[in-house]
């Protein structure tokens, strides 16, 4: 359940054979936890079709639309940086469940609200549990996952998020008849109060988390209910192992956030803010949020850019199936070139459509072609790779700042996007996208190593390697 908890590197992990209803019960808390990844698709993506109408009760000014959408991302941003230390402090389970309340608390203001202020501010607040949950899923599911099904239990995250922004869509073509974009918003409420039931009364603690605070008996039961009572003690000890041998690997041991500034994180840490970056500067968000707005430049009426917004996101949803089904098999490293190499030369043609005028369905296939390639590989393999390349001690902090960066980036995004579009066109600025996917492309291909049925330290060895050009022991090929 622990990522540590496994054999020694190149051998088959002691969870690779547990008992059906184990690996029942492992999934069963996955999904629970992924919750928080439905609620950060839902919460980014209902905005899409609610601020068709949203702008039509209050006279927003394209300045205030683009607000409406990117203040979440600035309480995002705070929500990520916070999570890393609330994880650690009261542990992964209780810094769900307090955001799935915050969740609630932002549902009830943006429902209730007068006007423009309020909306801003309930943006904000949904922000800040958007963001805590985007950092803590990915650190939770890691370590409650076997490394033989880590990548497909990581990628539920995204399965998640993609369900949660098409559930977003549909719920928009709902109540879009009656511009009741009050409803679209008041759905959410939903999920977040399964997130509190759920924390309160079905998840457990991560044990690497309780053998970090030194609740050895609670782990060694929580292991037993999967993996039963004779391999439970083993996989203590080598929790504990890798624990000491952490401790003993970089001295003076950094708190907090100074963590990812020990030599051993610095590669992972490099990597996934990069890749945190990449993420958003390719231009997904773009696509998420002004679907409707973006297809309705092309010609088509605002209802009938709602209904092809559906169809984006079904497509989304359905190739983040087919990346759970690859990711454990072709990998991480390969699942990211075609992606991107996929995304590069869409975006260079979804610019040239509009730049020469090409029909609105060819402008529409190349958005669907280009989100399909984002779902196969770029969005769930990074939720993947940030709960896989840092070291257990600067697992939580490493995710919150990789999270943070790539908050911050959406938020950039997403607020210059209009603005940008109308200064130098909307099919230059997918060309735009198109150089941060090229960069993408190279960096994935000289630093990102492979992660897929690695343990930590194989991983890690492969990182330096990487990085530091020269071999490391344990390295492997990838």
Not at 342 to 351: D, E, Q, T
Not at 379 to 395: D, M, N, Q, S, T
Request: charged share 15%; aromatic share 8%.
């Amino acid at each position: 359940m622990v990522q540590g908890f496994s054999r020694e590197p190149g051998t088959e992990g002691p969870l690779a054979d547990i008992p059906e209803g184990g690996r029942r019960r492992v999934w069963r808390w996955a999904v629970v936890i992924a919750l928080g990844g439905f609620l950060f698709g839902f919460d980014t993506g209902v905005v899409s079709g609610a601020l068709l109408y949203i702008k039509r009760d209050f006279g927003l000014s394209a300045f205030e639309q683009g607000s409406v959408v990117s203040v979440l991302l600035i309480g995002a941003l705070l929500g990520a940086v916070a999570a890393g230390r609330m994880a650690e402090n009261l542990g992964r389970r209780k810094a769900l469940g307090i955001e799935g309340a915050v969740f609630l608390i932002g549902t009830a203001i943006l429902v209730a609200a007068p006007g423009y202020g309020a909306l801003l501010v309930g943006r904000v607040v949904l922000g800040l549990a958007v963001g805590a949950a985007s950092a803590t899923v990915p650190v939770y599911l890691s370590e409650v996952s076997p490394k033989e099904i880590r990548g497909r239990v990581l990628t539920l995250n995204q399965l998640m998020i993609t369900t949660g922004i098409l559930i977003s869509y549909f719920v928009n073509l709902l109540f879009a008849s009656g511009g009741q974009w009050r409803g679209m918003f008041a759905v959410g409420a939903l999920p977040a109060l399964g997130i509190v039931v759920g924390a309160l009364w079905v998840l457990p603690e991560s044990p690497q988390w309780l053998i970090r605070h030194g609740r050895r008996d609670e782990a060694r039961a929580l292991i037993v209910s999967v993996a039963g009572e004779e391999r439970a003690d083993h996989l203590i000890e080598q929790a504990q192992r890798r624990e000491t041998q952490g401790l003993r690997s970089d001295s003076p041991r950094a708190g907090g956030w100074r963590v990812l500034l020990e030599p051993r994180v610095r590669a992972a840490l490099i990597v996934g803010l990069t890749l945190a970056a990449v993420q958003q500067f390719g231009g997904i968000n773009t696509i998420i949020y002004y679907a409707p707005t973006t297809i309705e430049n092309t010609g088509l009426s605002a209802s009938n850019s709602i209904l092809y917004s559906v169809a984006i996101g079904v497509i989304n949803l359905l190739m983040t199936i087919v990346a759970i089904k690859l990711v454990d098999r072709a990998g991480r490293r390969r699942l990211l070139l075609g992606s991107l190499a996929s995304m590069l030369v869409m975006l260079a043609l979804l610019g040239l459509s509009f730049v020469i005028g090409m029909n609105a369905l060819l402008s529409l296939l190349c958005m669907v072609v280009y989100i399909a390639a984002f779902a196969v590989g770029l969005g769930p393999v990074f939720w993947v790779l940030i709960g896989e390349i840092f070291p257990p001690h600067a697992r939580a902090a490493g995710s919150s700042a990789s999270t943070a960066v790539n908050w911050i980036s959406n938020f950039v995004v997403s607020l210059v996007f209009l603005p940008v579009a109308n200064v130098i066109g909307q099919g230059q600025t997918f060309w735009v996208f198109a150089a941060v996917c090229a960069f993408g492309l190279w960096f994935v291909s000289r630093y990102v190593p492979e992660t897929r049925g690695r343990d930590f330290e194989q991983v890690d060895a492969a990182l330096q390697t990487r990085f530091r050009k020269r071999p490391q022991v344990g390295a492997e090929a990838g």
